[in-house]
């Protein structure tokens, strides 16, 4: 039995769900992703069976009651500076239960607060910047020990048990950037359709092309953002989610080098949470581009 299927089993006891990714990556290699984590110990005998190389993830938000700060040490950016500037204004995280990454960051693991809804998030907390800073909570997930990217390990820092975040944490953790949000979907008033149609065809050239352009080290980033942001359309019904894919899809295509399956996760995760999440957008403002 190979070191990752053992720790699945593990997990699965003390009732923490897993699934499998790619060996030596990150992305999913099961049908639904995320969604197919389970503590059942024939479906994880099947999946880490067969593939014995495969990375092991444990899903966030409620599969798991957990919540993870993902900082990190990459591409120039200091996720630890990024972290104690926000200790300095929050107030100071307790001691928790803390994994190491391949690129010298670190997960930081947490319960997720009850009655409180805390989404992923790529480099922002409380709807400001925070480089290096990721939040991993409803929808989300991250590798666990003993999964590997180029020969590096993820390690448990400390096995300790989760400690409860802060109540100022809890509410910039769940706090979005001001916005106002209806559920209510757009229904064009007589004569709109043109105008709205033109102004969704920019705002998916616009993305597309600013994404395409992307150096490395921004891409992952810039790819879940525009994704958000159209999901947003999505959500209003002024656009379609096959749209946004074929999109961005083109867009990373440009990029000399990348991960096809990767940018497919981070694309749906992105745009699941704009769809999910959407920014106000009222159509029917005359004054409106």
Same mark, same amino acid.
Do not use: M, Q
């Given at each position: 039995m190979s070191a990752t299927h053992e720790a699945a089993r593990d997990y699965a006891r003390r009732g923490i769900p897993t699934f499998p990714c790619a060996p030596n990556g990150k992305h999913p290699i099961t049908t639904h992703g995320v969604n197919d984590a389970t503590t059942d110990p024939d479906q994880i005998d099947r999946w880490f069976g067969y593939e014995r190389r495969a990375n092991l993830a444990v899903p966030t938000g409620s599969p798991s009651r957990l919540v993870v700060l993902d900082i990190d040490m990459k591409h120039g950016v200091d996720g630890l500076a990024t972290l104690a500037r926000l200790e300095a204004d929050l107030g100071a995280l307790p001691v928790t239960l803390t994994s190491t990454t391949p690129n010298r960051g670190q997960h930081r693991w947490f319960p997720m607060p009850p009655d409180v809804a805390i989404r992923c998030d790529v480099s922002r907390i409380a709807g400001e910047d925070a480089p290096g800073l990721d939040?991993?909570?409803?929808?989300?997930?991250?590798?666990?020990?003993?999964?590997?990217i180029n020969g590096s390990r993820?390690?448990?820092?400390?096995? #300790?048990?989760?400690?409860?975040?802060?109540?100022?944490?809890?509410? /910039?953790? $769940? *706090?979005?950037?001001a916005a106002r949000v209806t559920t209510k979907r757009w229904q064009p008033r007589r004569g709109e359709h043109g105008r709205v149609a033109r102004w969704c065809i920019s705002a998916l050239q616009r993305?597309?092309?600013?994404?395409?352009a992307t150096p490395p080290g921004e891409r992952n980033v810039r790819l879940w953002r525009a994704a958000a942001a159209l999901g947003g359309?999505?959500?209003?019904?002024? #656009?379609?989610?096959?749209?946004?894919?074929?999109?961005?899809?083109? /867009?990373? $295509? *440009?990029?000399?080098?990348?991960?096809?399956?990767?940018?497919?996760?981070?694309?749906?995760?992105?745009?699941?949470?704009g769809t999910e999440n959407p920014l106000s957008i009222d159509f029917g403002d005359d004054s409106a581009p």
């Open positions: 939040v991993r909570g409803t929808n989300g997930y991250v590798l666990v020990p003993p999964s590997a993820y390690s448990w820092l400390n096995k #300790i048990e989760p400690a409860a975040l802060p109540a100022r944490w809890i509410e /910039a953790l $769940s *706090r979005r950037a993305e597309a092309r600013g994404l395409a359309l999505v959500h209003f019904g002024a #656009i379609g989610e096959n749209d946004v894919r074929e999109a961005l899809t083109w /867009a990373c $295509s *440009r990029w000399s080098e990348r991960d096809a399956r990767k940018d497919a996760d981070t694309l749906e995760r992105g745009l699941a949470w």
